[in-house]
């Protein structure tokens, strides 16, 4: 069983950063981990994902170049550090922990999410 915990979202200007991080509990180094969001009216969709060692990350389209996941596995935490950010980037933030894909269902737990928005 994992648990996870997300923090960081806020408010911020177009063109500003924020990090979130997701505290895990359980046997966390085990899992790929992973970031998805959901914009309001918008289906979910996946934002990047993390190898269990680290040594591998995926990221989308669309926030490639800008966003950067880490995990540190001795502190059971990942973090999403977000950078030169969008108005559309303004969505639900959610950690997931899971085997390692690109699909919600390949990640079996998530976290309740966190609200981060982007003003233009």
């Known amino acids: 069983q994992v648990q996870l915990v997300e923090s960081g979202g806020g408010l911020v200007q177009a063109g500003g950063s924020l990090r979130l991080s997701c505290a895990a509990s359980?046997?966390?180094?085990?899992?790929?981990m992973g970031w998805f969001r959901q914009a309001p009216g918008k289906e979910r969709e996946f934002v990047t994902r993390?190898?269990?060692?680290?040594?591998?990350?995926d990221y989308a389209d669309s926030v490639k170049g800008r966003f950067n996941i880490s995990r540190d596995n001795a502190k059971n935490t990942v973090y999403l550090q977000m950078n030169s950010l969008k108005p559309e980037d303004t969505a639900v933030y959610y950690c997931v922990a899971g085997s390692w894909g690109n699909g919600p269902s390949e990640y079996g737990y998530w976290g309740q999410g966190t609200q981060a928005t982007v003003s233009s």
């Open positions: 359980g046997r966390f180094s085990r899992y790929a």
């Open positions: 993390i190898s269990w060692s680290g040594r591998s990350t």
